[in-house]
C-alpha cells in the first residue's frame, strides 16, 4: 500500500519560515510529477508549487519569490521550503505525486500550517 506522508507543519509568526517534507513508502509507479496544494477553511484546494522530471519548476502567484519547491521523483521525496510566511498561507498542506499511468495519483493526507502572530 502506497502512503504520503508530510511532515515540518505548525504554528508561526508572520515573516517566518517553514520546510514541508513528503516522504513516500510503499511500491509507487513512475511518478513524473510532484506538487504542494493547500486548502484553507472555506476555500477550495489551490495549487501551490509542482517540480517535475528533469527539475523544471512553478509556483502559484500568491507563493511565488517565497515559496521554494525541490525533490527528487525518483526518490519520491519532495520540499517546500517557505519563507516570508503570511496569515493568509494558514491552510492544511498536501503533497501530491502524479504518475505516468494518466488518472493515476497519489495524495498525502494533509498538514496544518497557521501563520499567526
Known amino acids: 500500500q502506497v502512503k504520503l506522508e508530510e511532515s515540518g507543519g505548525g504554528l508561526v509568526q508572520p515573516g517566518e519560515s517553514l520546510r514541508l517534507s513528503c516522504a513516500a513508502s510503499?511500491?509507487?509507479?513512475?511518478?513524473?510529477?510532484m506538487a504542494w496544494y493547500r486548502q484553507a477553511p472555506g476555500k477550495q484546494r489551490e495549487l501551490v508549487a509542482t517540480?517535475?522530471?528533469?527539475?523544471?519548476?512553478d509556483y502559484g502567484d500568491s507563493v511565488k519569490g517565497r515559496f521554494t519547491i525541490s525533490g527528487d521523483t525518483a526518490k519520491f521525496t519532495v520540499y517546500l521550503q517557505m519563507s516570508s510566511l503570511k496569515p493568509e498561507d494558514t491552510a492544511i498542506y498536501y503533497c501530491?505525486?502524479?504518475?505516468?499511468?494518466?488518472?493515476?495519483?497519489?495524495w498525502g493526507q494533509g498538514i496544518q500550517v497557521s501563520v499567526s502572530s
Open positions: 501530491n505525486f502524479d504518475t505516468v499511468v494518466y488518472g493515476h495519483e497519489y
Open positions: 510503499g511500491t509507487l509507479l513512475e511518478v513524473y510529477k
Open positions: 517540480i517535475r522530471n528533469g527539475g523544471a519548476t
